[in-house]
C-alpha cells in the first residue's frame, strides 16, 4: 500500500498495546520507507484481511527459547512493535525483551537476563521484572517494566537500557522522572512529540516527556468509574490497550467494557464504542457489547481490539464506532499490531504469536 509523504506525516502511529500499539506502513518507495515512516502508519483504505491465521512464533509451552516459529518459546508475550522488518516483544513471564523477524519467525533475544530483578546495562545484562507494555519511536524502544515501577529506554543499536522514568515506587505522583510514581503500567505509544501510557490501576491515561522523562496526569482523576469529560475531570476504570491515529488516543477500558476516545489537543475524552454492558453483540456504537477489552491496534481507518475473555478480535470504525467481530479461534488475545499489511496477535496463555491476513 503506497503512501504519500504528506499523508504519511499526518498519520502518526503508536503501540500495542497492553500495548500497546506502535505501528509502521510499509510501502517501500523512497518517500515512504520505514525508515521516513518511523512510526506513522496507513489510512489507505486500511487492512484488508481475509481471516487467515498463521503460526508466526512460539512453540504453545510457557518455555524459553530462541529459533524459528515453533522452535522458539514465549512465556506471557505482552505487548508489541513493529518497525515493518522486525517486530518487538515484551516477553511477560520470561522477563525478556523479544525480536521476531517478520518474512522468517527468527526469535532473538535482544533484552533481559531472564530473571526478575532490576540492572540497567546492555541488552542481555540488562534485567527486568515482568515488561510488558512496550512502543518503538526514533530507534529507542520505550518499556513498561511493570514489576519495577519504572519506564525503561532501550537503544536498538547500542542495546543500551536506562531507566526513564519511575522513582520505582508505586504511587500516583507526577512530576520529574526521579521522583514519579506509577501503579500498574499498561500500554504505549507516542503521538504529538510525547510518549503516552495508561497506568491501569491508577485509572488514567499519563503523559510523559520525551526529553526528560517528567510526567503529567493527561486523562482519568485517578478513581474507577465512567465519565466523558476533559482531562482529569474524566472517568476510567482500569484502562489497558492505547493507539493513536495522531489526533486521537483510543483507550480500552477494560473494566468498563468500552473504547474511549481523547483527542489530543485539549483531553477531552468521549466514547468511541461499547454500552457498558459485558458482552459480544456487535452492531452500532451505543449497542456494541465488550467483555475486557485489551490490546489496541489501528490502520487509521478501523481500530482492532484483542478482548482476551472473549477470545476474539473486534474491528471497530474510527469514523462512527460500529463494531464487527472476527472469529478468528485465538486463545486469550492480548497484545495486537499491524505492520500496514497483516495483523499480528499475541495469545497470551498459549504462549504463541500469529499472523492474521
Known amino acids: 500500500m503506497k503512501l504519500t509523504a504528506p499523508l504519511a506525516l499526518a498519520l502518526w502511529a503508536s503501540a500495542c498495546g497492553p500495548g500497546v500499539v506502535p505501528i509502521s506502513s510499509l510501502d517501500l518507495s523512497a518517500e515512504c520507507s520505514p525508515a521516513f515512516l518511523s512510526g506513522n502508519i496507513s489510512a489507505c483504505g486500511g487492512l484488508s484481511l481475509a481471516e487467515t491465521v498463521s503460526l508466526l512464533a512460539g512453540s ?55 530473571s526478575p530483578a532490576y540492572t540497567d546495562a546492555v541488552g542481555t545484562a540488562a534485567a527486568f521484572t515482568n515488561p510488558a507494555g512496550l512502543t518503538l519511536h526514533e530507534g529507542y524502544l520505550y518499556i513498561g517494566d511493570v514489576g519495577n515501577n519504572r519506564i525503561r529506554r532501550m537503544h536498538l543499536g547500542s542495546g543500551q537500557v536506562i531507566t526513564f522514568s519511575g522513582s520505582g515506587a508505586g504511587g500516583d505522583t507526577p512530576g520529574p522522572a526521579g521522583s514519579a510514581q506509577f501503579g500498574t503500567l499498561g500500554a504505549f505509544v507516542v503521538a504529538d512529540g510525547a510518549l503516552y ?101 489501528t490502520d487509521g481507518v478501523s481500530l482492532y481490539v484483542a478482548e482476551i475473555a472473549l477470545d476474539v478480535v473486534r474491528k471497530v470504525s474510527l469514523a462512527n464506532g460500529y463494531t464487527t467481530t472476527f472469529s478468528l479461534g485465538l486463545t486469550d488475545p492480548y497484545g495486537v499490531v499491524t505492520d500496514g499489511v497483516d495483523l499480528f496477535v499475541c495469545e497470551r496463555s498459549s504462549h504463541t504469536l500469529v499472523r492474521v491476513r
Open 60 to 114: 504453545g509451552a510457557p518455555s524459553f527459547a530462541d529459533g524459528i516459529g515453533a522452535a522458539a518459546a514465549f512465556n506471557q508475550p505482552a505487548q508489541m512493535a513493529t518497525d515493518g522488518t522486525f517486530l518487538y516483544l515484551a516477553d511477560m513471564s520470561n522477563h525478556r525483551i523479544r525480536r521476531v523477524r517478520l518474512a522468517t519467525g527468527q526469535v532473538t533475544t535482544i533484552a533481559g537476563t531472564g
Open 197 to 297: 501510557i495508561t497506568d491501569v490501576t491508577n485509572h488514567r491515561v499519563k503523559q510523559v516527556s520525551l526529553v526528560d522523562g517528567s510526567v503529567t496526569h493527561f486523562a482519568g482523576n485517578g478513581t474507577p468509574g465512567f465519565l466523558n469529560a476533559t482531562g482529569t475531570s474524566a472517568l476510567f476504570n482500569s484502562p489497558t490497550g492505547l493507539a493513536t491515529d495522531g489526533t486521537y488516543l483510543y483507550v480500552s477500558d477494560s473494566s468498563g467494557n468500552r473504547i474511549r476516545r481523547v483527542t489530543l489537543s485539549n483531553a477531552a475524552v468521549t466514547t468511541l464504542a461499547g454500552s457498558g454492558a459485558a458482552g459480544a453483540a456487535d452492531g452500532a456504537a451505543n449497542i456494541a457489547q465488550f467483555t475486557q477489552p485489551e490490546g489496541l491496534a
